[in-house]
């Protein structure tokens, strides 16, 4: 009877391995005293997880780079206060190589409801991260462009309130930025051209954007066909 425990025991903790294995997230145990019990890479990905295989009986936090050390302890110190599971990104440099992940903390306990450590899953989202970055790169080159563009740029959201005027149209309006955002785009719409431009911008929501003459009012009551 106790060898047939032993054996499906043994069978179990076997499966949980290849389950947690055949995961994209590093697994890592910590006992009570953070340090690393056991962890779990994921199989078939690049070398630099190796790295990995030599911080069992390590503190977790000295893993990490320095300037990450104090995230990671306030993370599992908000965990063992209040129980609720905590989530970190934070970058690893390997070789010539930076790799970013997005940790998350979450207490263990044991069969008896007793605090048994702390686990730590660990996800690599470097391409993400790496997204983010061109796409922040790309918008600000597009801002950069619109900001020193000739022509009156606006952004209005569909309630007419602007999102973005550049610094074109800040100058003929006489329009501070802090001042265009809480106007409305009827606002700088000559009246006799309202109901013209509401059906303009109504045609606009079906996708073809359209070409059309206005008149704007500068601050100062002047009038700029557009």
């Known amino acids: 009877s106790s060898l047939l425990l032993l054996s499906d025991l043994k069978e179990s903790e076997r499966k949980l391995c290849l ?6 997230d590093l697994v890592f145990v910590l006992d009570k005293t953070g340090i690393v019990c056991d962890f779990f890479l994921p199989r078939g990905k690049p070398g630099y997880y190796e790295t990995y ?27 063992l206060h209040s129980g609720e599971v905590q989530q970190v990104d934070y970058a690893m440099k390997f070789d010539r190589e930076t790799r970013w992940f997005s940790a998350k903390i979450s207490e263990r306990r044991d069969a008896s409801s007793n605090f048994a450590g702390i686990t730590v899953v660990a996800r690599d989202i470097t391409q993400r991260k790496r997204a983010e970055e061109a796409l922040k790169v790309s918008e600000e080159r597009y ?25 074109t149209w800040r100058e003929k309006l006489g ?8 106007l409305s785009f009827f606002n700088i719409i000559h009246t006799d051209k309202q109901e013209f431009v509401k059906e303009m911008l109504q045609y606009n929501n079906t996708g073809r954007p359209p070409k059309f003459e206005t008149i704007f009012i500068t601050k100062g009551g002047n009038e700029i066909i557009v």
């Open 19 to 24: 389950t947690l294995t055949s995961m994209d």
């Open 53 to 79: 295989k030599s911080i069992k009986g390590k503190l977790f936090k000295e893993t990490l780079p320095i300037n990450m050390r104090i995230s990671i302890e306030t993370a599992i110190k908000t965990v």
């Open 143 to 167: 801002r950069d462009l619109f900001e020193n563009a000739n022509d009156l740029v606006q952004c209005v959201k569909p309630d007419g309130t602007f999102l973005y005027v550049n610094r």
């Open 175 to 182: 329009y501070s930025l802090k001042e265009a955002v809480q």
